[in-house]
């Protein structure tokens, strides 16, 4: 069984939201004074655990728990457990702030999670809390190193890049990349949802500029590497760099994603408000799998066929921590 939509474009990876929730409020994602879900709104465990087996069981072969900050909800490492062994699920995955790697990491390895990706903005503990506004940095970095001693692989960081508060810093964030032997994605900053501490169009920068700086010092080489996401890689050393450019380089044509909400909503794009509340579904015909398959099934008709994001406007008003990032 495989899931396409109406453009012939196969769907096999999933992103679930495990909480809108987050202990960060990075100035980019968030408005500093958020209101979230009431917790009856958001899918319980189960509910996620039925979710993947049927997304699997219709063809999604990679599923990516991220949020809000995933590992801020109870019960994850059990989660993770649970679905590792649902068959069919080729990858499992993880993206964190890391604020809670430092003691999750070693259970997250021995429940079977295959790779965990770790957002990381800046190398200077001010500014991580400036960025953040409630973060601190040494646990990051601490997580970070956890998770390395835990024995997790092809540890990447990912890196939001705003022209005035950490564009000098890129050289900084590839050097840390290479001594550490993390790979890196910088992505470049979407209208979702909005902000209140600057004006998008004002802190952005393409990938291209990103790669102008970064040519000056390395010599970057173009990699084949992919992991069927939307980050276009190139190669320094062991480290793969990867740019994810939802403006500059609209990578559409080869999506193979979809996303569900905390709550429980289908998202088939994340630059369009298309959605199906599968949520619903499960409560009102609790068990009824097949009307479940048949729901989501028709659901691809509707994924449209690319984004139009405009720097300009908010032109998303969900933001990133209930969409799924
Ligand atoms: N809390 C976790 C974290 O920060 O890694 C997972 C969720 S977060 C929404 C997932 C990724 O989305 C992070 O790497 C974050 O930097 C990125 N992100 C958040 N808001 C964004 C935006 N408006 N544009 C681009 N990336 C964004
Ligand atoms: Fe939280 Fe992640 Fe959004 Fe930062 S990017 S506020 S860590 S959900």
Redesign the pocket.
Known sequence: MTLSDSFGRQIDYLRLSLTDR?D?R?V??MAEDMEFLPRAQVLSLEECETLVETFVQLGIKKVRL?????LIRNGVVDLVRRLKQIPGLEELLL???GSRLEELAPALKTAGLDRI???L?TLDADRFKALSRTGKLEKVLAGLQAAKAAGFKRIKL???ILKNRNADELENLVEFALQERFDISF???????HIDDHQRSEEFISSADIQDVLQKRWQLKDSNYSTGGPSRYWQINDSQIGFIS?HSDNFCASCNRIRVTAEGRLLLCLGNEHSLDLKAIMRRYPGETERLKNSIIDAMGNKPERHHFDINETQIVR???T???
């Open positions: 987050c960060f990075c980019y994602c991220t949020g809000g900050e995933p993206t964190t702030n990706n770790v957002s903005d990912n890196s939001v992505i470049e900053a979407m209208p979702l949802g939802p933001f990133m921590n969409t799924g990032g």
